[in-house]
Every structure is written in C-alpha cells, then in structure tokens.
Nanobody, 127 residues
Framework: QVQLGESGGGLVQAGGSLRLSCAAS????????LAWFRQAPGKEREFVAA????????YYADSVKGRFTISRDHDKNTMYLQASSLEPGDTAVYYC????????????????????WGQGTQVTVSS
C-alpha cells in the first residue's frame, strides 16, 4: 500500500502561482510513477502531469505544458506541482496518485493503472 496526502491548494487570482505537495508513505516508491489528476465540477477527472520516481522523466497534459512543473524529492518522499500562470479553467480538485511504472518510457503515462489516490486539494483561480 502507498498512502498519499496532498496539501497546498487554495484561492489565487488569475496569473498567480501555487505549489501543491504530495507526501507519500508506505512501501518504497522506486517502482512507481506519481502523478497529478484534477477534476472540475461537472467534468471528468483529467490527467495533469506525471513523474517517474526513478529517473525523473516527466509527462504533461498539453493544457498545462509550459505553465506547470512536476518534481519530486527523494529525501522527503514528496512530489510537487508548481502551477504558474494560473487560469480560471485550472479550478479543480487536484489529486495525487501512484501507479506501477511501465518498462517503456514512451508509454502513455496518463493511461497507467493508478491504484493509490490521495483525498485531493482544492485549487480555485479567480478572474
């Protein structure tokens, strides 16, 4: 089991920034990909970004490329999402998740079988 807990959400004006954190505990993360998904009211949950715990390869949704940066800190067992140039369309509950890493770096990491999920943190961007 992997336990995940998000923090860092809040209310921010358009154009502003937030840093979300995801603290992980339980089994070692060496075999895992950690990712961020988000879900806005009335919409399906969508992939935001992912990072391979070993190697640090990153993957982004087109909608956030150039604005969001995913990273991880091995010592703190924590993943981050630096979200900049925020837009009202980024308003959502952001979830942290973990899934076993595929062998191929070219695999579509938005489609992994993500088994472990955090409780989510609300991000609200005002116009």
């Amino acid at each position: 089991q992997v336990q995940l807990g998000e923090s860092g959400g809040g209310l921010v004006q358009a154009g502003g920034s937030l840093r979300l954190s995801c603290a992980a505990s339980g089994r070692t993360l060496n075999s895992y990909v950690l990712a961020w998904f988000r879900q806005a009211p009335g919409k399906e949950r969508e992939f935001v970004a992912a990072i391979r715990w070993i190697g640090g390869n990153t993957y982004y949704a087109d909608s956030v490329k150039g604005r969001f940066t995913i990273s991880r800190d091995h010592d703190k067992n924590t993943m981050y999402l630096q979200a900049s140039s925020l837009e009202p369309g980024d308003t959502a509950v952001y979830y942290c998740t973990a899934g076993l890493a595929p062998y191929s770096l070219g695999f579509d990491h938005s489609r992994l079988d993500y088994k472990f999920w955090g409780q989510g943190t609300q991000v609200t961007v005002s116009s």
